[in-house]
């Protein structure tokens, strides 16, 4: 019988959610639309229209010796073409975000090639070539992993967000790099390291509390407790359970 992958144990809403978000079968659902140009603007490392600024030649220039890797791995577009290498980072709020920064982890690893992500106290960073990160970016920003009051992209000054709700449900940033306007959207005016933009742009309204709760990956003992999906908790027992003996007894 063919292996299939399980990607993560359990039956709860958070454990179906994020199964289905690391899965890379699971098409995301689209929940707002922002321009290439509105992509490159939060990002902030290079002006809207302007070439990608390379690191070496492209490969099919640059005389690399022959090596049967290389026959076996496509390289990524931007590795092709010898783009440096840019990031964007994520944090998530502990109030029932759709994503938690490990899980983008998780997920970076199962569905893009080329990326080196990383998780950070509360905070999530990819890095890979320019023009890949910018189709990483929009796919992540225009669909259901980010919510615009509950997510927040954010290149630096990310420390005490996530427990922290302003009056009007919007997580905390010190630097406001997005505002909820009285029409009910809310807005990038800086870019993820917090220069301002030229224009705002619109990422749309944020989702209601209950939608929120419906899309989570936060277990939370005011919505889906860890300890009631009891096929989770197993498997985490055995998980620790193994690394423990095999790190006092490595024989074992």
């Known amino acids: 019988m063919a292996y299939k992958p399980q990607f993560y144990p359990g039956k709860t809403s958070v454990a179906q ?3 289905k978000f690391m899965d890379p079968s699971y098409k995301m659902e689209k929940i707002r639309s922002l321009s290439d140009d509105d992509v490159v603007l939060i990002l902030g490392h290079r002006t809207p229209g302007s070439a990608y600024k390379t690191c070496h030649p492209p490969l099919k220039e640059s005389g690399e010796p022959d090596d049967p890797i290389r026959k076996i791995v496509e390289p990524i577009p931007g590795a092709a073409a010898g783009d440096r290498i840019r990031y964007i980072q994520f944090t998530d709020s502990m109030y029932f975000a759709p994503m938690v920064p490990y899980l983008r982890s998780w ?6 090639r080329g990326v ?6 509360g905070r999530q960073i990819i890095e890979t070539r320019e023009r890949d990160l910018e189709k990483i970016a929009k796919e992540t920003m225009e669909t259901e992993m980010y919510d615009a009051a509950r997510t927040g992209y954010r290149g630096c000054t990310v ?3 996530s427990l922290r709700l302003n009056e009007n449900g919007m997580m905390f940033d010190m630097l406001q790099r997005v505002v909820l306007d009285k029409n009910g959207n809310v807005y990038g005016v800086k870019n993820q390291v917090g220069d301002p933009l030229d ?6 309204k944020p989702m209601s509390d209950e939608e929120l709760k419906k899309r989570t990956t936060i277990y939370r003992i005011d919505g889906v407790p860890f300890r009631s999906d009891a096929e989770v908790v197993g498997w985490v027992q055995r998980i620790h359970n193994l690394r423990t003996k095999c790190g006092f007894a490595p024989k074992l």
């Open 17 to 19: 959610n994020r199964k």
């Open 107 to 112: 997920m970076a690893c199962t569905r893009y």
């Open 116 to 121: 080196d992500p990383g998780t950070l106290s």
């Open 159 to 161: 420390h005490g967000h």
């Open 199 to 204: 224009r705002k742009i619109n990422l749309g």
